[in-house]
């Protein structure tokens, strides 16, 4: 009867210390913005032309990718040029996987449904894209040293496709 009791309370040990080591990983993702936090800067809600202009270049998955923002005189935004941007779907069989290009960029703040500010594209060159045909919204992260445009897709995980200003 006592080895029935001892076998029963380990195994109830067992699953607690299991379910708690399962349940604290949840615990560390309490912000949508902890991972980015943790590995670029806080997520920007605004920022101004003057601020984001420049050249920035990838790491992790945007390794060998370059964009430079350049602010036009009239207000937000300017011109945007582009190495190895990724091709959306649409154009891979045209442009390949990556393509060279230029457009418009402008910085939209955050909003209501999108709290955090980032950068929208607008791609003339090789040719027109639609809106979402190849990534075309970059969300901003920031501290006092460094700025990044990054993919926003999953919020508990660092992005992976992140461009660092030089």
């Not at 207000?75 to 091709?87: A, C, D, S």
């Amino acid at each position: 009867m006592t080895r029935v009791r001892m076998a029963g309370r380990r195994a109830r040990l067992l699953t607690a210390a299991t379910a708690l080591a399962l349940l604290s990983p949840l615990a560390s993702c309490s912000s949508a913005s902890t991972a980015v936090e943790a590995c670029m800067g806080k997520q920007a809600v605004s920022a101004t032309t003057g601020e984001l202009e420049g050249t920035y270049t990838g790491e992790a998955h945007a390794k060998g990718v370059k964009i430079t923002l350049k602010a036009s005189d009239t207000g937000t935004g300017g011109t945007v040029t582009v190495r190895n941007w990724p091709t959306g779907s649409w154009y891979k069989s045209e442009l390949g996987a990556t393509f060279d290009g230029s457009g418009t960029w402008d910085v939209l703040s955050g909003t209501g449904s999108d709290e955090y500010g980032h950068v929208q594209l607008s791609f003339t060159e090789p040719e027109r894209f639609l809106q979402d045909d190849t990534l075309d919204s970059l969300s901003i992260a920031k501290d006092s040293q460094r700025i990044y445009l990054y993919e926003d897709y999953d919020p508990d995980v660092c992005p992976t496709f992140r461009l660092r200003r030089a």
